[in-house]
């Protein structure tokens, strides 16, 4: 079974310096989805960034931007120019492709790690 | 924007009620999913729902049931309320574009605390 491990119970950063955020999986899979999600204080959980994992590129989304190394099982999440509504919890989550699978198959399940708070400190 | 709206943010029941947590989306998404997270453990799958009327157990469904007898809604139930099942609740939707290229985002509601006394 496939499992995600964030390491970093808490991280803290300076307003406006870079953050990176590790996490680690486990899988026999070759094709998969990896996803970082944010969750603000008291605030719905929203998408942050998306790695398919036969793609080499890096993904990037503004100042997000991520660190997938498929050999390694390392999915990092950095940080550019922290800002104060970049505090949140922060969670790793694993999906295996659906590509020759039914749907009825388990491996539609998000695998979730259990989470990063970062603090941004002003 | 996806919009997922869960019943009630907080809710306070006692040992032996049964519960009801409902979740609604706006999407038109096949898929909904019911979490609990509790600090240390992450999102853990209760149960989840590809279709109406059709639902798969998740990791941790023993205590919990759901109802989905309309698109748009996706319901938990705690057949017998207990203290260990104090928690945040969050509902998730999806769609499935194809299954051979599939890669949905989970759009989530605002979760709904609930505290078993």
């Known amino acids: 079974a496939q499992t995600v491990t964030q390491s970093q119970p808490e991280m803290s950063v300076q307003e406006a310096e870079t953050v990176t955020l590790s996490c680690t999986y486990d899988?026999?899979?070759?094709?998969?989805?990896l996803f970082w999600y944010k969750q603000p204080p008291s605030r719905q959980m929203i998408l942050v960034i998306r790695?398919?994992?036969?793609k080499q590129q890096n993904a990037t989304e503004n100042r997000f931007s991520v660190n997938f190394q498929k050999a390694a099982k390392s999915f990092s999440l950095k940080i550019s120019d922290s800002q104060l509504g970049d505090a949140a919890m922060y969670f790793c989550?694993?999906?295996?492709?659906?590509?020759?699978?039914?749907?009825?198959?388990?491996?539609?399940?998000?695998?979730w790690g259990a989470g990063t708070k970062l603090i941004i400190k002003p | 924007d996806v919009k997922v709206t869960q019943s009630s943010r907080y809710l306070v029941k006692r040992t032996g009620e049964k519960v009801f947590l409902e979740c609604v989306q706006d999407?038109?998404?096949?898929?909904m999913f019911w979490y609990r997270q509790d600090p240390g453990l992450g999102l853990r799958l209760i149960y989840f729902?590809?279709?109406?009327?059709?639902?798969e157990k998740g990791d941790i469904p023993e205590g919990y049931s759901v109802s989905r007898e309309k698109k748009e809604r996706f319901s938990l139930i705690l057949e017998s309320a207990s203290t260990n099942q104090t928690s945040m609740y969050l509902c998730?939707?999806?769609?499935?574009?194809?299954?051979?290229?599939?890669?949905?985002?989970?759009?989530f509601g605002p979760g709904t605390r609930l505290t078993v006394l």
């Open positions: 989550a694993y999906r295996s492709s659906v590509r020759a699978l039914v749907w009825l198959n388990s491996n539609y399940q998000l695998i």
């Open positions: 899988t026999s899979e070759s094709d998969y989805y």
């Open positions: 790695q398919e994992a036969y």
């Open positions: 999407m038109d998404h096949e898929n």
């Open positions: 729902s590809y279709d109406v009327k059709m639902k």
């Open positions: 998730a939707s999806g769609a499935t574009h194809n299954i051979a290229q599939s890669t949905d985002t989970q759009y």
